[in-house]
């Protein structure tokens, strides 16, 4: 719903929505707001249960319900194009992002660089 995309008018019916309604306003921002710090916070905890290399088990069990309810919600949340969910269309720009690089490396690095870096002994080897 870009201002100046294909659904131009639904996004300005939106927008004067907002406007009409602080409430309604608020309750987006409060959500947006209430998800960044979910997944801030989850993302930092990941981040110290691989530090100390701790059983990230428990830490899956805590948020699992959560993670669970987002996904499915973001499963069905609509994209850009249509027939198409959020989720569907972040998979496959990560997908060419992927192979982007893939293909960067193997054009930095040549085709042959895998067995080129195999061949010859190992240079920690006396």
């Known amino acids: 719903m870009r201002p100046d995309g294909r ?16 409430a309604l306003a608020q309750a987006l921002d409060n959500a947006a707001s209430s998800l960044k710090a979910y997944t801030d916070k989850r ?10 290399e701790l059983d990230k088990g428990d830490l899956y069990k805590r ?5 669970s309810t987002l996904s499915q919600a973001a499963t069905t949340f609509p994209a850009h194009e249509a027939g198409k969910s959020l989720i569907d269309t ?34 920690l080897v006396a």
């Open 63 to 67: 948020f699992g319900g959560i993670d």
């Open 43 to 52: 993302v930092r905890l990941e981040g110290g249960y691989n530090a100390w």
């Open 90 to 123: 972040v998979g496959e720009r990560l997908a060419e992002l992927f192979q982007r690089v893939v293909n960067a490396v193997k054009q930095a690095f040549g085709a042959q660089a895998p067995n080129a870096l195999s061949q010859g002994p190992s240079p």
């Open 7 to 22: 659904h131009t008018a639904l996004r300005a019916e939106f927008d004067q929505a907002l406007r009409n309604n602080p």
